[in-house]
């Protein structure tokens, strides 16, 4: 029997759901190697960082008037989720930096937002 794979992914911008057609997110721990000077040459020593959340989704431009400025979106709601309610991955405060648009010859247009959520929440549904 074939397994269900997660299926959803709800951009939630001031209480309006939209449609997204990719998402890709980067989680960096922000941990680094703090360089000492020693008789080996090597790193020795580690230093906690903050984690940082890069995120890049891909909405559907709309045939008219886009709904949303999104240059201006800020603490949006980014969550990922599967059909049976099994999984759920959550981003919060997710802020806009840069947008570009792409089109396709099929007749796919998208608009890919890239910016950082500064929370992340793992549900165990």
Known sequence: M?????GF?????NGDDYD??????????GRRPVATMNRTGEVKHTAKGIRTY???????IPDGKDEVDWLE???ARISIESESGNFRET????????????Y????ETR?????FALSYIQENV
């Open 54 to 60: 890069a995120i890049t989704v891909a909405v559907v």
């Open 9 to 13: 992914i709800i951009l939630g911008v």
């Open 20 to 29: 997204c057609a990719s998402f890709t997110s980067t989680k960096t721990t």
């Open 111 to 115: 608009r890919n937002l890239e910016g």
């Open 104 to 107: 396709d010859v099929s007749g």
């Open 91 to 102: 981003y919060t405060d997710f802020n806009v930096q840069t947008i570009s648009d792409s």
């Open 73 to 75: 979106v800020a603490d």
């Open 2 to 6: 074939a397994e269900e794979s997660v």
